[in-house]
């Protein structure tokens, strides 16, 4: 349960990561003052209106007139420079930390020649009572 708790927790670190690093832009298309299209990282599709403003009208009946529909596109930035954290350890803390890390983990996994019994010349206590029957303590 542990380990499976360990990738989920990495999994969501490296999500993290992988969003705030990358950048994306959002297109919307309005009409008439309402969003008709949205889009992530492509042009938002035209609600066709802009094709019927632009018909030809014969020469001298065209007027200036206001497009209803218009574009926009919000650029969503995500950072640019990671930072690797590094700690800086002075001479002496290297020396430190080398001889720790060096004697601990090496001692570790060293075995000992013979098996030692440390308790082998001590012979049990003397039960008096039964300490059990005394504190009313029972196996069920």
Known sequence: MKTIAKHITALILAILVLASTVSFTVNTHYCMGRPMDRSVFTAAKSCGMEMLEATETPKGCEKVTQHCCHDEQHVVKGQKELKDSSIELTTTQQAVLTAYVLYTYLNLFEGLKE??????????????????????????
Do not use: T
């Not at 098996?115 to 069920?140: D, R």
């Open 115 to 140: 098996n030692v019994v440390p308790f082998i010349g001590y012979s049990p206590h003397k039960v008096v009572k039964p300490i059990h029957k005394l504190h009313q303590v029972y196996l069920i």
